[in-house]
């Protein structure tokens, strides 16, 4: 993966960090008794981010292309998605924030896109072992070293620039892309000496990925995709071709010579001025 800027920058996450830090989101806020503290500042975080997104205005052109790089690539794969519920579970980690943070950019592809179910599990203790249903883990290990035994067989998110620094990988992930189209089971792993903005590009790049964008790399302009863009969230592009890909007149298999022209049809009513 190219080298991406994702940090939170500015006067706005020093502060939601400051407070948190020290302890101004009380347990006891009025606004929103039912969640945490912890819940209340990922929300900030997040929706400070989606703030930053890029313009909205987009062509259908732009969004074929890049639906046809990011979905099918080079034109001779087939269309992946998730036909299975997805049963996600978050191992323990010594970050309470990011697994908050990923609950929410969860919800956000449930928001945009018509996926199958989607069941969260959040693991507290080390050594808990995952549900049998589950197929789509996030597994947090101690070390740098722990996650380097396991990268032979998985894409590693390290930057070139990571490395000429002779920076630790912070993550990597096996996805699983069937030969009948459909996906599962995904296992995500991140180093714990990782920090934060670090671990949540991981779940957002390879969680990103294994819906059904296995060449998550090739996209250009204003989208997630675009190796040298810093977006820090799905922008609207992306989550336009999220809900293409989950359309039920696509099918898992599809190829491009078929599946372009539906996914043009589904694009003409989502944009339908142009």
């Known amino acids: 993966m190219a080298a991406r800027d ?8 020093a ?15 009025p606004s929103n008794p039912s969640k945490t503290r912890v819940e209340r500042i990922a929300d900030a975080l997040e929706n ?3 703030d930053r997104r890029p313009p909205t205005e987009l062509s259908r052109q732009t969004v074929l292309e890049n639906m046809s790089a990011v979905v099918w690539g080079d034109g001779g794969n087939q269309l992946h998605r998730w036909v299975d519920d997805l049963h996600i579970t978050l191992h323990p980690t010594e970050d309470e924030l990011i697994h908050d943070s990923i609950v929410n950019m969860v919800q ?3 928001d945009v896109a018509d996926l199958p179910a989607i069941h969260i599990t959040r693991l507290t203790e080390k050594g808990a072992s995952a549900p049998e249903s589950s197929n789509f883990q996030v597994v947090f290990v101690d070390s740098s070293d722990d996650l380097a035994e396991r990268l032979p067989d998985m894409i590693d998110v390290s930057t070139e620039e990571a490395r000429a620094q002779n920076k630790e990988p912070a993550c990597g ?15 995500i792993i991140v180093a714990e000496t ?8 991981c779940f957002l790049s390879f969680g990103l990925r294994s819906l059904g964008f296995p060449n998550f790399q090739s996209g ?3 989208t997630f995709f675009d190796p040298h863009s810093n977006y820090e969230v799905m922008t609207r592009l992306d989550e336009i071709m999220l809900g293409i890909l989950y359309d039920e007149r696509l099918s898992p298999g599809t190829d491009l010579e078929t599946g372009l022209p539906i996914a043009e049809e589904i694009l003409s009513e989502m944009l339908p001025d142009e």
């Open 108 to 110: 956000q592809w449930d």
């Open 173 to 187: 992930v096996r996805t699983t892309f069937g030969e009948d189209g459909a996906i599962g089971p995904v296992l």
């Open 48 to 50: 400070y981010l989606a």
């Open 6 to 13: 994702f940090r939170c920058h500015g006067f706005f996450c």
């Open 15 to 29: 502060t939601v960090l400051m407070l948190a830090l020290s302890g101004c989101f009380g347990e006891d806020s």
């Open 194 to 201: 990782a920090d934060f903005w670090e671990k949540r590009e």
């Open 220 to 222: 250009q302009g204003y």
